[in-house]
């Protein structure tokens, strides 16, 4: 079992930018392919962005929506092997929503995975961007 946690939402003006955290407890992310998503209310929930899984490699592949694509950046932090961030700049109402991350060994092979079905979930974060 992997428990993830989000953090970092919040409420921003547009054209700010926040970073949100997906952590694990009790186990690394290397092992996991990453994946963050979005759902607004009133639609479906979307894949935004997806990081390959590492083990103790450097050279992940990243996917991205084409929504975000520009906007939002995914990185793992290697020192502290079990967080993935989500950078996400230039924000826009559009972007207001709860943000969720997710893991699965197999997955983020192509961007296609973004719809696929991940294996572990966190409760998610909002972001509100608004002025």
């Known amino acids: 079992q992997v428990h993830l946690v989000e953090s970092g939402g919040g409420l921003v003006q547009p054209g700010g930018s926040l970073r949100l955290s997906c952590a694990a407890s009790?186990?690394?992310?290397?092992?996991?392919?990453i994946g963050w998503f979005r759902q607004a209310p009133g639609k479906e929930r979307e894949g935004v962005s997806c990081?390959?899984?590492?083990?103790?490699?450097?050279?992940?592949?990243?996917?991205y929506s084409d929504s975000v694509k520009g906007r939002f950046t995914i990185s793992r932090d290697n020192a502290k092997k079990n967080t993935v961030y989500l950078q996400i700049n230039s924000l826009e109402p559009e972007d207001t929503a709860v943000y969720s991350c997710?893991?699965?060994?197999?997955?983020?092979?192509?961007?296609?995975?973004?719809?696929?079905?991940?294996?572990?979930w966190g409760q998610g974060t909002q972001v509100t961007v608004s002025s």
């Open positions: 997710a893991a699965d060994r197999l997955l983020c092979i192509t961007k296609y995975d973004l719809g696929a079905e991940w294996d572990y």
């Open positions: 009790g186990t690394t992310l290397d092992r996991f392919a």
């Open positions: 990081i390959s899984s590492s083990d103790g490699r450097t050279d992940y592949r990243t996917y």
